[in-house]
């Protein structure tokens, strides 16, 4: 008996203190519901009218969704990267074109694809420093995505 209950425990209670998603929860990008939670999230994020921790929390759960289930990056490269990128654009007012490329680099960093994490990274770096955002913390966070992307993808291939 007091094996089984502990065998049941050790199954149970990491899924109960987890903070990541359980992966029943993860679901392909294609799906508009989770698309419309990050748009969700951004305009939040733009609003400023909720904590940044709590704001930090929603963008990386939103990610984790977005993500393959075979290709889901750890949660803390995911939670340090939403962090990072939160705290840098509360309150920020962007417009539909910065708002726009941000969830598409977002979306794009969740999947396997063929472009580059280096053609990605910058393009998000663009957009960071447009909104004007300036470069020494635009730069922790394009590290921070940089690592989800590889987490991803895997590394881009080193020049021959």
Same mark, same amino acid.
């Given at each position: 008996?007091? $094996? @089984?209950?502990?065998?049941?425990?050790? $199954?149970?209670? &990491?899924? %109960?203190?987890?903070?990541?998603? =359980?992966?029943?929860? #993860? +679901?392909?990008?294609?799906? &508009?519901?989770?698309?419309? =939670?990050?748009?969700?999230?951004?305009? *939040?994020?733009?609003?400023?009218?909720?904590?940044?921790?709590?704001?930090?929390?929603?963008?990386?759960?939103? *990610?984790?969704?977005? =993500?393959? +289930?075979?290709?889901? &990056? &750890?949660?803390? $490269?995911?939670?340090?990267? @939403? !962090?990072?990128?939160?705290? !840098?654009?509360?309150?920020?007012?962007? +417009? +539909?074109?910065?708002?726009?490329?941000?969830?598409?680099?977002?979306?794009? =960093? *969740?999947?396997?694809?063929?472009?580059?994490?280096?053609? /990605?990274? #910058?393009?998000?770096?663009?957009?960071?420093?447009?909104?004007? %955002?300036?470069?020494?913390?635009?730069? /922790?966070?394009?590290?921070?995505?940089?690592?989800?992307?590889?987490?991803?993808?895997?590394? !881009?291939?080193?020049?021959?």
């Amino acid at each position: 008996m007091r $094996v @089984a209950m502990v065998s049941a425990l050790s $199954v149970l209670l &990491p899924l %109960i203190y987890s903070p990541r998603p =359980a992966p029943a929860q #993860s +679901n392909p990008a294609s799906t &508009p519901s989770v698309e419309q =939670a990050l748009d969700s999230t951004l305009v *939040m994020l733009k609003e400023g009218r909720a904590p940044q921790s709590h704001l930090s929390q929603e963008l990386a759960h939103v *990610m984790m969704r977005l =993500a393959e +289930n075979n290709h889901q &990056p &750890p949660w803390p $490269v995911v939670a340090s990267f @939403a !962090d990072k990128l939160t705290r !840098d654009l509360i309150g920020r007012q962007l +417009n +539909n074109a910065q708002t726009t490329a941000m969830r598409e680099c977002i979306v794009e =960093a *969740m999947h396997r694809t063929g472009t580059s994490n280096a053609g /990605l990274a #910058s393009r998000l770096q663009q957009t960071l420093l447009g909104i004007g %955002i300036d470069s020494s913390k635009t730069q /922790l966070v394009i590290r921070a995505f940089i690592a989800v992307r590889e987490a991803v993808q895997g590394p !881009d291939d080193s020049p021959s």
